[in-house]
């Protein structure tokens, strides 16, 4: 097999165009505008919308679509180079039509919605006029789905929602909500649960406050919300009665690996900024970058971030091949085990190499190390996927026969030197399995 790490050339001059138009048009936005979600920002979207407009040109919007979606079709592993550009910048997203939540919710209702949900909901959120919540994560459960309280009640045509969400991004901005709610607590929660649509500013649907993360600023919308008697119509349910977790993994399967390509972008950044750091600060020894301990951080770091950039590649090259995201469940897992991991370790040694300028409120490093933390818990914390990666690798594992590894030893031992006894003395039991007998040492001179 034939192992190129090159894209093709008429891709690579999309990837070259990509990347001047977000370092020239988009990553001085983030220094400019406040919320990349907030579609009712008229001067936000004054300057986003023609910037929208070429990448819809230049057919770069929504690459994480197929055709059938408006989206180009290019698949993952493309999708991974593409982003990693994108990740750049907080901005970049929204201008290039794949920001979360948005891009996972786009999945599942073209998945489960049906022609009048998807004309509703759908189509704006593609053509990027509105935006989306997804509210799954309740105050007292979030990474165990199955102990979500929040109930869903059918009432003639409507169903009556009732409980509390929290964490729900985008929510003072969204204009409508997925949630997900007990609609069956006598049955198992993996068929108790159902998906519903509740556009916004419908009644009895409060957000009681944003939940900051961090220091707020970039990451401050995140709602805490509570469904009392919201009212919807039966239409308003998102795939089966019954059927959440399945529209659940539909979403998420993807959103973990975006997310991964995109933070690659972000560990390069931390990771250029410690190189030019290195070079630049003088000591009496000479620069940074001079020193060993310097040269040490540098190198385990550049070793990381390419690992995790195969790791991330190869994730997305078996999506690709399978084309079903439960197929490469576990190397998703791998890839959601690796990003906290190494975003956070490499921009902690970025972060120390620039002194108290690194922990100063002029360097990025304090945010990114908050990033690198809600990498570790958005769409599942880091135990539950090593746990899923496990299982699923001991799967194909048989046990040992016999008490401990080496009962059988002396046996397999025995079993070894029949088969290859002609190279051996004719005495079996020679402690030297090595050694030649006189006419094949002779051969093998
Ligand atoms: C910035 C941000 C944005 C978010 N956006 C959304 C959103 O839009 N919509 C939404 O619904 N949710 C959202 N979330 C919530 C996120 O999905 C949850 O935080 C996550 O699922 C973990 O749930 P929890 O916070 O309740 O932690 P808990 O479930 O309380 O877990 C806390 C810790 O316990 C440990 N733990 C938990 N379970 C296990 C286990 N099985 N084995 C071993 N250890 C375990 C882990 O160390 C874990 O970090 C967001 C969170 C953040 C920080």
Redesign the pocket.
């Known amino acids: 097999m034939a192992w190129d790490f090159e894209t093709d050339p008429a891709f690579q001059r999309e990837l070259d165009w990509a990347d001047e138009f977000v370092r020239e048009h988009v990553e001085p936005l983030d220094l400019l505008l406040d919320d990349p979600y907030d579609k009712s920002d008229e001067r936000a979207m004054a300057i986003v919308g023609p910037l929208q407009q070429q990448v819809k040109e230049r057919r770069l919007w929504a690459c994480h679509l197929g055709p059938e979606l408006g989206g180009p079709g290019y698949g993952q592993v493309k999708l991974a180079l593409l982003n990693e550009i994108l990740g750049r910048s907080r901005w970049a997203p929204t201008v290039f039509g794949c920001q ?2 948005d891009s996972g919710n786009a999945e599942i209702l073209a998945h489960y919605g049906t022609p009048e949900q998807r004309e509703r909901y759908l189509t704006p959120l593609l053509e990027g006029k509105i935006s989306s ?12 789905p199955t102990l979500f309280r929040t109930r869903a009640v059918r009432d003639g045509g409507d169903w009556v929602i009732n409980g509390e ?7 003072a901005v969204a204009s409508f909500f997925i949630v ?1 709610v007990v609609t069956d607590p006598e049955v198992s929660p993996y068929e108790g649960m159902s998906m519903f649509l509740v556009p916004a500013g419908t009644p009895g649907l409060e957000i009681i406050r944003d939940v900051h ?1 961090g220091s707020g600023g970039a ?1 401050s919308s ?1 709602g805490y919300l509570r469904y009392r008697d919201v009212r919807v119509p039966a239409d308003h349910l998102l795939g089966a009665e019954g059927g959440a977790f399945g529209v659940a993994q539909t979403r998420l399967g993807g959103g973990r690996i975006h997310h991964a390509m995109r933070t690659l972008a972000q560990v390069r950044r931390a990771f250029d900024m410690m190189c030019e750091r290195a070079v630049s600060r003088q000591t009496r020894h000479g620069t940074l970058g001079s020193l060993q301990m310097t040269q040490e951080r540098i190198a385990d770091s550049w070793i990381e971030m390419e690992q995790f950039r195969l790791l991330v590649l190869r994730t997305a090259w078996l999506i690709d091949k399978h084309r079903d995201y439960r197929k490469v469940r576990k190397d998703i897992a791998a890839v959601k085990v690796a990003m906290p991991k190494v975003f956070h370790d490499v921009t902690l040694r970025a972060m120390h190499l620039h002194g108290a300028l690194g922990v100063s409120g002029e360097m990025p490093f304090a945010d990114m190390l908050i990033d690198s ?2 990498m ?9 996927h ?2 899923t990666l496990a299982k699923d690798l001991l799967k194909t594992y048989t046990p040992a026969p016999g008490d401990f590894p080496t009962t059988h030893l002396p046996a397999l031992r025995e079993q070894a030197r029949r088969r290859y006894a002609h190279y051996f003395d004719s005495t079996i039991g020679n402690d030297d399995p090595g050694a030649l007998t006189g006419s094949r040492k002779a051969e093998a001179q």
Do not use: R
């Open positions: 979360a939540p919540c997804y509210s799954m994560t309740e105050p007292h459960a979030g990474s165990d969400k929290w964490f729900s991004s985008n929510a997900m993360v990451h995140h933390e809600v570790a818990l958005v769409d599942g914390p880091t135990e539950v090593q746990i």
